[in-house]
């Protein structure tokens, strides 16, 4: 970068303006009915495309009134409990990828051969691992995911075909080859910027998603069953969440510009990484940290109860306001993601000795809800997201704190495949929403008299 006074300088009045003049008056928003983010007044996303991919129910309807009630979602018209109670093999995730995919769940022979497709497109192109992870190690896995899906572009004989059966063919390879370049990626930045032995894994056909990010990023590459079902049940959870939320969103506008698989996946990506998306169960790990400095006793609950107050006056942790975890955009009485994962971690929890962890998060929970529904106005219930649990889940699981959001994407790259293909089958319009402009038509001003 350019660094010099004139730069220093610039930037500085920059910085100036847009503190002075660079914030639009917020009565505006209303006197224009401009539905920031997206969302009515009352928090409800605008209705902007149609899905078959996915459902969330939050409210039930009585006499014409929602009343809130226990979430529920949906993939392809099944319940998100009923795929997890009858997976019919031992591991969930590929069956789900297919499920979303295709728009039905397979037979057994089906997932069997999906299975070895999937296996035989895990492994990367001859010397990419070399060439392309290793040569420029990021301390953000997620940066190397973004640049590593846009440098599979130049590996694939006709990148911009835009079939469905080549499409397809592009989603299953990025599908298999995720948690590879993740966990090289990490690998690459432990022995870079960590100092520690390098250890490259090779995938295993074999293996399921699950199995083989664990054996990646282990050196011993062993695991416990119940580790790898765990971790498998958070991938099946993190898989899809309908075509609103910011990431599937980007998936749908970016395809309909008629771009490429590759920039397509690695604008998610970029959506996913931020922490108000994909980052948020980095945030929670974060605040449990800052919680265990700042709480001696965690069976206190007028200790606990101080500390969390303290986040909501904005006075504790990173000073936003939030206890992270808590509370859902369309999910009012619980998040049945949350309510599924939180079983296994209790599971896990009991196999790893860590109860009394568990239980904190248990007690933070209950008097989080209870403290945001008495100091904020909110419009529906509050309950744990799905990110309240998967940090510690994560952590449980020695996965390092680096790979919590790739995690997250390693999943999801399955529901976006299934939105960008939906998305160009229904041949829709180009995405376009509107913008108001708010600002002042101003004559042109010869330089010489120009002062700013």
Same mark, same amino acid.
């Given at each position: ?261 590759? +920039? ?45 107050? +303290? ?62 529904? +008495? ?78």
């Amino acid at each position: 970068m350019i660094k010099n006074e004139y730069f220093n300088k610039l930037v500085d009045k920059y910085v100036q303006f847009c503190a002075d003049s660079g914030k639009i008056d917020q009565n505006l928003y209303i006197e224009f009915d401009v539905k920031k983010g997206l969302r009515d007044v009352n928090g409800k996303g605008v209705l902007t495309g149609l899905t078959e991919i996915s459902d969330i129910v939050a409210f039930d309807t009585v006499d014409g009134r929602k009343i809130p009630a226990p979430g529920q979602l949906f993939y392809q018209g099944y319940d998100i409990n009923s795929l997890v109670k009858g997976f019919s093999s031992k591991y969930g995730f590929e069956e789900t990828t297919y499920l979303l995919l295709f728009g039905e769940l397979p037979t057994k022979t089906q997932l069997e051969e999906f299975i070895k497709v999937i296996g035989e497109f895990r492994e990367l192109p001859p010397g990419f691992n070399r060439d392309v992870i290793m040569k420029a190690p990021s301390k953000n896995i997620m940066n190397v995911l973004q640049r590593c899906v846009l440098t599979l572009y130049s590996y694939d004989d006709d990148p911009d075909n835009l079939s469905i059966r080549h499409v397809l063919e592009q989603c299953l390879g990025l599908i298999a080859r995720f948690p590879v370049i993740a966990a090289y990626g990490y690998q690459s930045y432990r022995h870079t910027y960590l100092n520690k032995s390098l250890v490259i894994h090779r995938p295993k056909e074999e293996l399921s998603t699950a199995e083989n990010i664990l054996r990646l990023l282990r050196p011993d590459g062993k695991f416990t069953e119940l580790e790898a079902k765990v971790l498998d049940i958070c991938l099946v959870l993190h898989a899809e969440h309908g075509g609103g939320n910011n990431s599937t969103f980007t998936t749908h506008v970016i395809s309909s510009t008629g771009t490429d698989t590759y +920039s397509t996946v690695a604008a998610s990506l970029g959506s996913l990484k931020g922490p108000r998306h994909g980052g948020a169960n980095l945030k929670v790990q974060q605040m449990f940290d800052d919680l265990k400095k700042n709480v001696s006793d965690w069976e206190n609950e007028d200790e606990l109860s101080t500390y969390l107050e +303290s986040l909501l006056d904005k006075r504790g942790f990173d000073k936003t306001g939030l206890i992270y975890g808590m509370g859902h955009a369309v999910y009012s009485e619980s998040d049945p993601r949350a309510v599924i994962l939180k079983g296994f971690a209790k599971r896990l929890a009991e196999e790893k000795g860590r109860q009394e962890e568990f239980e904190l998060y248990n007690r933070v929970e209950e008097i989080s809800a209870n403290l945001i529904a +008495s100091k904020r106005k909110i419009y529906k219930a509050v309950s744990a997201n799905v990110d309240f649990y998967s940090g510690m889940v994560y952590s449980m699981l020695r996965i390092p704190i680096e790979l919590f959001t790739p995690i997250f994407a390693i999943s999801r790259i399955s529901g976006w495949s299934a939105h960008r293909i939906e998305e160009l089958v229904n041949e829709g319009k180009i995405i376009r929403p509107a913008y108001k402009y708010v600002g002042f038509h101003k004559p042109y001003i010869p330089i010489e008299e120009r002062n700013w």
